[in-house]
């Protein structure tokens, strides 16, 4: 069986953990974090706090966003449910909005009809490493006064008009996770682009303490002064994260390589329309995240990935849009119909990326144009 995913070592991941055991400071924040939010600080600009998962880091985001019960926050439907989570847990709504047929972002033309006088701030996902509409966003935000955060789960590396994924925003996050590009199994940081912002992070992230600032010197005790939790990872995740983060142009390569491959080979069914495959705009710089192809209809793609699975290829789909699962209803609203999520949500299939690929893929892509003839999409 070919998996969707496997993690690798690609580089001094291991010789890290012991330094860091032989260091001895396993908790969070020691040599091996500073060195993870440098990297970090270097590649996305603003400041960067790591985090113990993308999740931990956008449940951060929405304190730092102030949002009260009540609050409403725009956001797409399709997308992992931590996007949604982090608003739901401060007693505020999801506001779900369709997504664009192209890039299956969120779509910057429906945002401004979504915004009530509740609304308080707007949460672009950069959907598959490809970077959502920010100036638009940005100027629609700044317009309501409303607070921008990047799900930047999918884009480290990932390019806007030329600017980093991350820096787009008042408070981004991203993913660690062994799914995404580098990784350290679970694991996460969030990147806030102004001082006020920071220091208010770093209590959070410290159960609402400001031992932070007590280890730098800057207060002389360390008391509870703001809400918090335990949001950050231990040194042995970071010290397993810098070598993966020391190779993020490698892995990131090879990842747009796999992709590349990919499209080529999918490219005459594209053609002929049986298939459609992801599309990245011209200003946006794609990071090798993922490779999917949308189908005509849910049946298809359900042949598609019974035919992938006999002959032994992992071929799986997302998401089950939030806006229609039990706590997206519960919790959340949707505005007006969102056609493109539930037709995307149907019609997705995703393809293994991972760093070992390697010659697995002539095999996937035998199998998966040999799968396309057989169910004559
Ligand atoms: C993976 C992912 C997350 C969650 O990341 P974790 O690090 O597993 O918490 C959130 N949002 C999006 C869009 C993701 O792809």
Known sequence: MIPFNRPSLVGNELDYIREAVELGHLSGDGQF?????????????????????????LEMAAILADLQPGDEVIMPSYTFVSTAN???????????????????????????????????AIIAVH?????????????????????????????????????????LSDAAAFSFHETKNLL?????????????????????REKGTNRRQFFRGAVD???????????????LVA?????????????????????????AAFVDA?????????????????????????FPGIEGRTKFMNAMKAAGVMTPFHYVPLHSSPAGRRFGRH???????????????????????????DRVIAAALRALDEIGV
């Open 33 to 57: 974090s500073k060195r993870c939010h440098a990297w970090l600080e270097a590649a996305v600009g603003g400041q960067a706090l790591l985090t113990h998962s993308c999740t931990a880091a």
């Open 86 to 120: 982090a608003v739901a847990l401060r007693g505020a709504i999801p506001v779900f909005v369709d997504i664009r047929p192209d890039t299956l972002n969120i779509d910057e033309t429906l945002i401004e009809s979504a915004i009530t006088n509740r609304t308080r």
């Open 127 to 167: 959907y598959a490493g490809v970077c959502a509409e920010m100036d638009a966003i940005s100027e629609i935000a700044k317009r309501h006064g409303l607070f921008v955060i990047e799900d930047a789960a999918q884009a480290l590396m990932s390019t806007y008009k030329g600017r980093p994924a991350g820096s």
């Open 184 to 204: 350290s199994g679970e694991g996460g940081a969030l990147v806030v682009q102004n001082e006020k912002l920071m220091e208010r992070a770093e209590i959070i």
């Open 221 to 235: 005790k360390y008391t509870w002064v703001d809400i918090g939790s335990s949001f950050l990872p231990s040194e």
């Open 239 to 263: 010290a397993f994260l810098l070598a993966q983060l020391e190779n993020g142009n490698v892995i990131t390569q090879k990842r747009i390589d796999i992709c590349q491959t990919y499209r």
């Open 270 to 294: 594209a053609k002929s329309g049986r298939i459609a495959l992801p599309v990245v705009p011209q200003h946006c710089g794609f990071n090798g995240h993922m490779f999917y192809v949308l």
């Open 335 to 361: 505005h007006g119909e969102l056609k493109t999520t539930d037709s995307v949500s149907e019609r997705l299939v995703r393809f293994p990326v991972f760093f070992d690929l390697g010659d697995n893929q």
